[in-house]
Structure formats: C-alpha cells, structure tokens
C-alpha cells in the first residue's frame, strides 16, 4: 500500500471517528430541542458515509467496492435532509416541519436507496461501473445515469436553502450569535464546493470523491462551534422563541428609525405583519399618532408611559428604549419594549372613580351631620334650660313626685346634647371646618379643672382619679385649651366609663423632644390587639354591648385622634386585655415665653 492510500483511508476513517463523537454528543443533549436530534442524526450520516467510503477505498475488489458504495448511500442520502431539518429547527422554523412535511423529504432519499440497491435491474443510478487502477489509489469508477442527477439536484437544493437560512440568522440575529452562525454557514458551503470540483474532475485524483474531505472541515468548524461558542447552549432559536413568545411587543430600530426586527405581539399591536414592516420607517405606521413620534424620534433611553389611540378605546403602554452599542460603544440602534399595561390603567382609573365617589359620599355624610347636628343643638339647649329652671323652682316649687322626673329629662337632654356636639365636631373634622384658637394657658388649671369635672362619676363607679403635671413642664403653654381639655375629658371618660374599680390616672410632662406628653391610664377591661387601631375609628367599639350600656357611641377617640393631628401631635396606644390601657397624646404646644419670643424677633425681622 501505498502512502496516499494510507493518507486518504486514515482520513476517512478519522472524519467517520469525529462526527460520530458529535453525533453521540448532541443525542445526549437532545433534551434541548429537536435541533439536537436532527444534528445526531446529521453526524450519524457523516459517519456512515466516511467510515464505509474509507472501507470501499481499502476494498481492492470491484464487488467489494459497490457492496461498499451502496452501504455508503444510507449516509450520503441522510445528509441534506438531516442539514436542512437542522437549519430549520435551529432557525426557529420548527412548526413548517410538520410529520406530513417531514416525510415529503424523505421521499427522494428512501426512492434514490431503494433504486441504488437495486441497480443492477435498471441502471439509473449507475449506469456503468468498473475499477480505475490507472492512479495511485484503486477506486470505483462509475458513469452516472440519469437518477443520480435528480437526487443530486434535490441535495443540492436542501443544502443550499438550509445554508440560506443560517445566512439569513447570520443576518439578523444580535452579535453574539454571528460567529457561531458564520462558522456554520462555511461549514455548509464547504462540501457543497468541493462537491462540485469533484464531479467536475479538476481535483488531483480526479475518481476520488473529495466530499467527505470537505464534510471533515465542516465538522471540524462545527465541533469549533459547539465547544467554543457553546453552539447548544447559546442557540439563536432560544432567543428567537423566548421573543416571539412574549406577551409585550418589541422591536429593534436602526439609526434611521427602520424596523429591522420585530416580534408578533408588536406587529399585532400596528396591525401588520412582519415582513410589511421590516425594513420601513416606524413613523410610517405611527402616522395617527403625532404625539410619539416628536416625542422619542431622537431620544436614545427612555422609560415612560404612553397613550395609543386605537378606536373608541385607548391603550395604556409602558415603553422602555434602549441603545443598542457595537463594539466600540457606539450606538448602531434601539431596542424598543412595550408593554401593555391598559388593563391597570382601568382598574386604576376604576378604582379613582369610586375613590372620588367615596370622598364626595363622605363629604356629603360629614355636612349631613354637621347640619343635623347644628339644628339640633337649639332645641336640646332650650330643653335642658326649661327643666334646670323648673328644678330649681323658678316657676314654682315642683311637687315631690315631679323632681325625679324632671332629674331624668335633665340628664337624657344633657347626654342627647353631648352626643350632637360630638357628632358636630366630628363633622367639622371631616371636612376641614373645625379651626384651632391657640392662646396661653396655665396646664395645671386645665388639668385640674378636668379632675373636678369627671370627679363625681370616678366616685360614683369607686374609681381613684388621680392627676400630676410633673414640675419640668411650663406652667404657661400656648395652644387651643378648649380642644385640650376636650381631648382630656373624652380619654378620663372613657378610663371611667369602662373601668372597674382601681384607679385612673392623667398626667402632664416633657417628652425626650420637648413635647407636651398628655397620658391617660386604667385599669379597666383592656383593648385587644385586633382592635386597637380600629377603636380610632368614628363608630368603632370594642364590645358593643357594653358600650350601649355606658351610654357610649364611639366617637370619643375618634375625635380625639383627629384633633391631636389637627394640633400637629399624635395618639398611641398601649393595652393588656384584663389589665388596662394607656393612652398617650404627643402635642408640639410651645410655652408662652419662646412663643412670646418668636414673635418679638419676628416682628422686629
């Protein structure tokens, strides 16, 4: 044997080796795809093909050689069926290659089998065969018949359209593919050339089928591929489904505001599709909307909300662009991503409604009551001063048995007129109507007066009441003293009201922050955690039966929270159910000396 036989064997043999590797390669990865699959099956072609082409040249009978050559065809048929699934799979064309499609492609193939096999009865694959051993290698020499050429016809044109898809990926897919796609497209343009040649004779070895050569370029450029760019873990196909899947349209822009990719969902929002689109200008599809286009014509990254007019309705889009860099960082387009938000705008839009609805309900409800209210006082005051003057005797003495009587008109009239000024100033907070009077006042009087107001009822339930305004507060302190003493009265109350017998205590002192700390605690039925911020509330109570036992309707803290915010402070809470609470008010009330102050260095500013 001589060395260009043992060269071309050797390299026959070595390609069958290298595509069987990748071919077992990609089925153990087949779970990545059908691509994966059509690449196995691709490589085990390759494979049959070179490694019985190697045995058909080692073969050195003409029996053995056409043995050889037809086994060598189930590789040689497999190829440009196997490339041409793969481009179209790798390509995101994966829905064309229905079952029925699939075996259309087969059909030449399995034909060209079945004739190559049966030659000898009609001659059209081969119409004569012999054995050249005029050069230095012993080969079949073979005259084509007239099936050949059609099957050579139909490979050709599968390697071919399957070349221009990869082609057509290189072209428009990103920059991070182009060199895996590259390498793919000369790996399938190679055999397609040295194909050629060889049929044409111009090779050395003019009988030698220089093909499998070529195909062991090609694998090698794909091997390049799969393990440097990591063909199966970056695949065009990937992005191209993850694109065409998404729910939001996007788009890629040239630097002349051309389309020049796009995916269904924004070609379902301009209403065309996308080969209509791509390659014209956005503003040609953008003509109704005026407003877009002298927007974001020039503008490189933005990330805003935009308004479509699309009939009777309108469609609320959130729209991001992006620059898209070369290599240099200069900018050679946009991405743009829209993303369909209509159906939060509605329900925000909904949900304002029925928010503007509410206020103008409650508003309504607040003047309602402030209304009420005021009318109500009149008459509940002209009661109530008829029967303390009926009393006392002013229109003569009553009889034994008309004091009690008038006794209870006096304290239902009293309460009746309590719950309406409540109900008056809860409406006056609600709507804004309600005005502070700051004036200096002395703390311990107020505090004191309020001990002696609530005093006969903290007797009658045998409660200790006890009140301290600790030294380190000013004796003179400005603010409104008539909502103070309000908040006062309504928090003892309540401590009394529901409280059992024990003690009560309100104090006066000096927060870390020079606030005035008014604190209220009990020792009564205590707040459950559910309930205390509910109890803040206009109506709210913790246990409604034993409310309308105190004769209580829930506004007290109710108000007492609005006018501690009214004054600039706050109302916390602090309670154990069974042991008590503490309520604790945080008012900014300056004493009278720096507010004397301010105003003196005010005035002379």
Known sequence: MNLEFNFVVAALWGTAVITLGLSLYAWRRRALGGWAVSFA????????????????????????????AKVEYLGFVSVPVSWFVFSMQYTGRSAW????????????PCLSLILVFTNEAHGLNWAAVSLDESGPIPLLETTYGSWFWIHSAYSYALIIAGTILILQAYVRYPKAYRRQNATLVIGSSLPLLVNALTLSGVLPIPKLDYTPFAFTVSILLIANAIFRYQLFDMVPVARRTAVDNMR????????????????????????????????????????????????????????TEVTVHAGERDRFYELHISPLLDGQERM???LIVLYDITARKEAEQELARA??????????????????????RTPLNVILGYSEMLQEGIYGPLAEAQWLPTQKIIESTGFLARQVNELLDLAKLEVGQLSLHPEPF???????????????????????LVSQVQADVPPILVGDPLRIEQILLNLVGNGIKFGREGTVTQSV????????????????????????EAIFEPF?????????????????LAIVKQLAELMGGSITVQSEVGQGSTFTVCLPLPSAEKEILWTEQTQTA
């Not at 390759?46 to 019985?52: A, G, P, T, V």
């Not at 709210?540 to 007290?556: A, E, F, I, M």
């Open 41 to 68: 099956v691709l490589g085990l072609g390759l494979f049959i093909w070179s490694f019985f082409y190697g045995l058909e040249v080692a073969a050195t009978t003409l029996q053995a050689k056409v043995w050889l």
């Open 97 to 108: 290659l229905t079952r029925r499609r699939l075996v259309a492609l087969c059909l030449i």
């Open 248 to 303: 939001d349209g996007m788009m890629v822009l040239d630097m002349q505001n051309r389309v020049i990719d796009i995916n269904p969902a924004a070609t379902a929002l301009f209403r065309q599709n996308a080969t209509e689109m791509i390659g014209r200008s956005l503003g040609e599809f953008l003509q109704n909307q005026p407003h877009i286009i002298d927007s974001f014509r020039d503008v490189s990254e933005v990330r």
């Open 332 to 334: 050679n387009g946009r």
């Open 355 to 376: 928010r503007d609805e509410a206020l103008e309900a409650s508003r309504f409800k607040s003047e309602l009551l402030a209304r009420v209210s005021h009318e109500l």
């Open 442 to 464: 002395a703390i311990a009087d107020l505090v004191q007066g309020v001990h002696e107001r609530m005093q006969v009822l903290a007797k009658a339930k045998r409660i200790a």
């Open 509 to 532: 002192f000096l927060s870390d922050e020079q606030q005035i700390i008014l604190q209220v605690s009990d020792q009564g039925i205590g707040i459950p955690p559910e309930m205390r």
């Open 540 to 556: 709210k109570q913790v246990d409604g039966s034993l409310t309308r036992l105190q004769h209580g309707t829930g506004l007290g």
